[in-house]
Nanobody, 119 residues
Framework: QVQLVESGGGLVQPGGSLRLSCVAS????????MGWFRQAPGQEREFVAS????????LYDDSVKGRFTISRDKAKNTVYLQMNSLKPLDTAVYYC????????????WGQGTQVTVSS
């Protein structure tokens, strides 16, 4: 089993930045891919970014490409999401997720952290 705990959310003005963190514990050696998802009120959960945990290669949704950066510190079992040039449309609960395969469903989810972009 793997446990994921997110932190770093908060209230930020449009154009501002936040960095989310996701600390993984437990059987982290099983993790192949780590991802970030978000869910806005009344919306379905959507993909934001992912990274192959070992190789470090990343994928991004078009809506965040060029503004968000996913990274990881393997020594700390931590994945980050640096969010720059934030927009009100980025307001959502952000979830960290992990899976033990290259593709397919994510096996593990964090509890989520709220990001609110508003003036």
């Amino acid at each position: 089993q793997v446990q994921l705990v997110e932190s770093g959310g908060g209230l930020v003005q449009p154009g501002g930045s936040l960095r989310l963190s996701c600390v993984a514990s437990g059987s982290t050696f099983n993790l192949y891919t780590m991802g970030w998802f978000r869910q806005a009120p009344g919306q379905e959960r959507e993909f934001v970014a992912s990274m192959q945990y070992s190789l470090g290669s990343a994928l991004y949704d078009d809506s965040v490409k060029g503004r968000f950066t996913i990274s990881r510190d393997k020594a700390k079992n931590t994945v980050y999401l640096q969010m720059n040039s934030l927009k009100p449309l980025d307001t959502a609960v952000y979830y960290c997720a992990g899976r033990t395969s290259v593709t397919g469903t994510y096996d593990y989810w964090g509890q989520g952290t709220q990001v609110t972009v508003s003036s």
